[in-house]
T-cell receptor
Framework: GQSLEQPSEVTAVEGAIVQINCTYQ??????LSWYQQHDGGAPTFLSY??LDGLEETGRFSSFLSRSDSYGYLLLQELQMKDSASYFC??????????WGLGTSLAVNP | DVKVTQSSRYLVKRTGEKVFLECVQD?????MFWYRQDPGLGLRLIYF???????EKGDIPEGYSVSREKKERFSLILESASTNQTSMYLC???????????????FGSGTRLTVV
């Protein structure tokens, strides 16, 4: 079958660094995406990795290892506003994504 | 600012009613998607469309149909609403992809549908 696994919940404190892991098992792989969703809001696109390595965008970075079928989202200098759900998603072809179930991140003062 | 607009934020319908959820995007995107989101189940794809009048079933199409008569508009239809279709419905759009180039999804704000 096809699946993505990510932790259901992560807790951290303001100013800290947190890593949200995602392992995937899919037939066909073009890239790994990350989305953020605040309570009551719509998912918003954060990052995309097609090749191995680290992509950095401000406080957020995303990593991919295709040989390990593994990626992670790294959030630095955590702020209260980073409390949200984070979804990894695999792009298999031209159009569709396969989604993980999401990781709920709670940032405490 | 690019947008995906869903016609209603909250909707309450009765069992057996035919329900129309509308979605419009202003980005000239080829692909449009309808998802439902339920606690603990993540995002589940109902239908998607990659061109006008073209559609494909997603993972949970039963009880739903879609219409895409114009590129910018993608409608989700619940033929006969049932209580198990109470959910958050999210519309999204994206450009077509070429090779490894990525075009992220842009989501609408969602429609919270309650069927009573």
């Amino acid at each position: 079958g096809q699946s993505l696994e990510q932790p259901s919940e992560v807790t951290a404190v303001e100013g800290a660094i947190v890593q949200i892991n995602c392992t995937y098992q899919t037939s066909g792989f073009y890239g790994l995406s990350w989305y953020q969703q605040h309570d009551g809001g719509a998912p918003t696109f954060l990052s995309y990795n097609a090749l191995d390595g680290l992509e950095e965008t401000g406080r957020f970075s995303s990593f991919l290892s295709r040989s390990d079928s593994y990626g992670y989202l790294l959030l630095q200098e955590l702020q209260m506003k980073d409390s949200a759900s984070y979804f990894c998603a695999v792009r298999r072809g031209n159009r569709k994504l396969i989604w993980g179930l999401g990781t709920s991140l709670a940032v405490n003062p | 600012d690019v947008k995906v607009t869903q016609s209603s934020r909250y909707l309450v319908k009765r069992t057996g009613e035919k329900v129309f959820l509308e979605c419009v995007q202003d980005m000239d995107h080829e692909n449009m998607f309808w998802y439902r989101q339920d606690p603990g189940l993540g995002l589940r794809l109902i239908y998607f469309s990659y061109d006008v009048k073209m559609k494909e079933k997603g993972d949970i199409p039963e009880g739903y149909s879609v219409s895409r008569e114009k590129k910018e508009r993608f409608s989700l239809i619940l033929e006969s609403a049932s209580t198990n279709q109470t959910s958050m419905y999210l519309c999204a759009s994206s450009l077509g992809s070429v090779g490894n180039a990525n075009y992220g999804y842009t989501f609408g704000s969602g429609t919270r549908l309650t069927v009573v």
